[in-house]
């Protein structure tokens, strides 16, 4: 699912002027990297790095993937805090 998602905005990106076409597509993650769920959180950061390693060829010429990172300490109020300030 999340896979899907990654290569349609890329190839949105791409599909933009010349100019604007060769640029780094940012991905916001955020997820629990501290705290007791710590673990899972890892094992997902990894399944999306390895992903966007595998499939970088499959994405429009010039068009990086670039995945920000964000821990919210296991804390919904930090989470929101977080996508709050990504969204402003």
Excluded: C
Excluded at 13 to 18: E, H, K, N, V
Excluded at 24 to 39: D, E, R
Excluded at 46 to 66: A, N, Q, S
């Amino acid at each position: 699912m999340y896979g899907k998602f990654i290569v349609a905005l890329a190839a949105a990106a791409a599909s933009l002027p010349s100019p604007l076409g060769a640029q780094t597509v940012k991905i916001g993650l955020i997820n629990s990297y501290t705290g007791w769920a710590a673990q899972p959180a890892d094992q997902a950061q990894k399944g999306f790095d390895l992903y966007v390693k595998e499939h970088e060829k499959d994405l429009p010429p010039g068009v990086k993937i670039e995945l920000l990172r964000r821990d919210d300490t296991t804390n919904p109020e930090v989470g929101k805090r977080l996508a709050q300030i990504a969204h402003a």
